[in-house]
């Protein structure tokens, strides 16, 4: 049976360049860039170069690319620097918004712990974030806004260079989790004020435990790691030279063929919901247009998500519920409740994540698949029979 791979929003497979670009690192040079002979300086130069392509297509300077283990790494080191850079002048309030990811979400709840107060903004039934209410927000104690590019499981893309320029006006420093967006959606880090970005390798068809994150000049950084002076003495640790190199040619070849991309993706995308919701009592959660290209989310009343998935699983179809975290939870997704969903709904949820190596036969596949599982799920159900019956009423 093949499989359809339709979980890129929990990880990508790795594209050949980016492959390729890493092998020769894997196998001949395998140099410490800390090193000063010739092997040493080979890996260096690679590190350097896989730097200033990142940095180019964020529209950044090479100086400002640190590199990481990932999107956690980035984001805990983000905001850590920020709320501690803040406290040392007495601000001690941070803004957020109520459907970030874990890695940002977690590491709030832990500098709650430690004295700082923290606003989750709305993010309403569309799953966009107001960039006045942002503005609105801000205090003169306020460190960091913490605002997701786009979201992982809804797809919802944020007013990112409007809520820049809200912080900017108000010297607030601002950090945006960019890992869905990177080499999906334009990203030019000072058209769009970000002071700070986190990005992680493969969500773009680069390898896992790699990323970077972007701390614009004159925002504080501070090293989350400590050791040796790699890094400039932000991050300390032997760089994975081989995951760096291919995580810059893999967000280069993202970005070159971005357009040609969402394009392609976007339909497949607009095909599978447009079907999806031919299926009654369902429907598409985020906003419509505001989404990024790859995104399918919707919701099925009177099943449980779990059940839908592990049936797509055993037709060859790999989706997911919400986010690859909080999957083998029973708890309904912490970003479908922040748009307002009753529980009841958030648990028969679906996310769909498509990339360029999707096919309109993956579509035509799960498009069969999806409306038979669900319809055989409802069958089963004592809840769908109450639906049915009007002893309890519809939701959606
Ligand atoms: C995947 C993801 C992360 C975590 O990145 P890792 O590299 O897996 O640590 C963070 N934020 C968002 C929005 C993500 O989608």
């Not at 974030?129 to 590019?149: C, Q, S």
């Not at 190199?245 to 993706?265: F, I, P, Y």
Request: glycine share 8%; proline share 4%; charged share 20%.
């Amino acid at each position: 049976m093949k499989t359809i791979y339709a979980d890129n929003a929990a990880t990508t497979a790795m594209s050949k360049t980016a492959i390729d670009a890493m092998t020769p690192y894997l196998a001949g040079i395998y140099g410490n860039p800390s090193s000063l002979h010739s092997a040493g300086q080979a890996a260096k130069e690679a590190l350097e170069a896989a730097r200033g392509k990142i940095a180019a297509l964020l529209n950044a300077d090479p100086q400002e690319i640190y590199f990481t283990s990932g999107g956690s790494e980035s984001d805990n080191q983000c905001i850590r620097s920020a709320a501690t850079a803040g406290a040392a002048k007495g601000k001690k309030h941070i803004i957020s918004t109520a459907f970030e990811h874990h890695a940002v979400l977690h590491t709030l709840k832990q500098l709650e712990k430690e004295g700082f107060e923290v606003t989750l903004l709305d993010v309403h039934q569309n799953g966009v974030v107001k960039a006045e209410e942002v503005k609105a927000a801000i205090r003169p104690d306020t460190a960091l806004v913490t605002v997701m590019f786009a979201n992982n499981e809804v797809g919802t893309v944020q007013p990112v260079a409007e809520i820049g320029k809200v912080c900017r006006e108000a010297g607030v420093v601002f950090h945006t989790d960019a890992v869905q967006a990177a080499g999906h959606l334009k990203i030019d880090v000072k058209a769009q004020n970000i002071d700070m970005l986190s990005v992680s390798a493969h969500k773009f068809h680069g390898p896992k435990g790699v990323g970077a994150l972007y701390c614009r000049k004159g925002a504080p950084l501070m090293p989350h790691i400590r050791g040796g002076a790699q890094e400039r003495n932000k991050r300390a640790g032997t760089e994975n030279v081989a995951g760096i190199v291919a995580m810059a040619a893999a967000l280069a070849e993202a970005c070159a063929s971005m357009d040609e991309n969402a394009k392609k993706v976007s339909a497949l995308r607009d095909e599978l919901i447009k079907g999806l919701l031919k299926i009654p009592h369902s429907k598409l959660n985020g906003d419509v247009s505001l989404r990024l290209p790859g995104n399918v989310n919707m919701c099925f009343e009177g099943i449980e998500g779990e059940s839908l998935l592990l049936l797509l699983d055993a037709r060859g179809i790999c989706a997911s519920s919400g986010s690859a975290c909080t999957s083998g939870s029973l708890e309904p997704s912490h970003v479908l409740l922040a748009l307002g969903l009753p529980h009841e709904v958030a648990h028969g949820s679906l996310r769909l994540s498509l990339s360029e190596y999707n096919t309109e036969d993956d579509v035509k596949a799960i498009l069969k698949a999806v409306p038979e599982v669900v319809a055989y799920l409802r069958s089963m159900s004592p809840v769908w029979e109450d639906l049915e019956k009007g002893k309890i009423p519809h939701l959606i």
